[in-house]
């Protein structure tokens, strides 16, 4: 290499002419002089203007082919169209002929065979109506059971009132059950007939309530499947209940469900798993005092009692329970203030009957009964439910403690049964035989 550099530098003229040869070889519009610059530019806005041309030409070229194509879509989209509407008719045809052939059903006197035919289609479309949209039964629950005695019914949410579900990492979805929640069902079975009426499908609510329901508190149990469907909201249909709806309350926490009958509804506070939860204690409460009341008022009809409370406060019964108490109490400590005693009975008869739908066969005209009723016995009501408060509190604990105790009995006997089975070296044949002794035999 350094002795070519060597030979080129002695002799100029070879180098000088390896220099050209590498110019000539660069293209035109990279190597230009003053002279011949303003050529170049312009060719290459020529250059530039015939691409764009050849462009627009090209894009002009597609458009038609694009709106011709578009069109043969539209086209394949109508006639798709029009393929469905078709087919959809020809099923309602082929099912309305074909179900009035079918349905059964009896004759009617004077009918041709057309009229015959439209009523039996008629008829077959209405029982799949209701078979989807209504409850499976007319009646959802048997008479109530004279041995029970017990007047009213409670129908009772589960999920989100009663129990919530819990993601747990290491255990997967789990049930949490309310506080209060077991207590509850104890203390409404004493006085009421317990449903529990849930949005719940059957497959999923049965464990739930088997969870909840350790002393088979609980009378029936109706899922979403006993509910009525309109649009997406799931009816709890008091009709179908085959009970006296004066004497019916529904707990739920979804005033829609309530739509049919909202004046057998309370509103309770939906519940997510929140610790230190409260609300069913004082339902609890509220529940028994107003039953207490109901009963020492000899109240025939619930509904405008329950619809008078809830104008305090509807999304809080107990509150509002509590509410109706001061106010009734202060309308009593007025009426009875004033000299004229009889102005006072019919003042209080008035305002009872407003008030909490009162039959004036529960009014009395001395003056004792007056007061008794003015006060309308609030005192030995709260006292008497909060004396039966403690008593089945004390019971419940010892219910809980017989549960307890079968618990460990039982379990101590499957470990029992277990350490006898490694013992023993049987094979499957010997359980098949029934050679296998029993537990505590030798």
Known sequence: MKRAFQFLKARPSIALNIRRQR???VPNAFYSTKDNSNDLFQQALNDQKKRQEQQEKASEQEEPEKETKAEGEEDLDAKAKSGVSWAIGLGVISSYLYLGFTHESEDVEGENFFQAHNRRAM???????DYFMNPPKKKLLPPLPPQLARDYTVCLELTDALTHLVWDRDLGWRIAIRPGAKQLLFRLSQFFEVVVYTNTPHHLGTPVVDAIDNFGMVHYRLFREHHRLKGDVHLKDLEFLNRDLSKVIVVDIDPNA???????????????GEKGDTELFK??????EMLLFVEANKIKDIRPLLRTIKQYDDKD?????????????????????????ASSVEQIGSLLKTLVGMNSGA????????SEIGAL?????????AYIKKVLNK???????????HRKEQEEMIQKQIEEMKKNDYKLIDHIMGNVPQPGQN
């Open 123 to 129: 008829e077959a479309i209405k029982e799949s109506y």
């Open 395 to 405: 019971e419940y604990d010892k219910h809980l403690k017989t549960l307890e105790k």
């Open 377 to 385: 016995s609030l005192n030995n009501i709260e006292s008497h439910s």
């Open 283 to 288: 339902y609890a409460d509220a529940l028994h």
């Open 23 to 25: 110019f000539d070889r």
């Open 258 to 272: 309530l739509e049919t009958h909202p004046d057998n509804g309370v509103l309770l506070k939906k519940w997510e």
């Open 317 to 341: 019964f107990p509150k509002a329970w509590n509410m109706h108490k001061d106010h009734l109490r202060s309308i009593a400590k007025n009426i009875l203030g004033s000299d004229d005693k």
């Open 363 to 370: 009014l009395h005209a001395s003056s004792q009964n007056a």
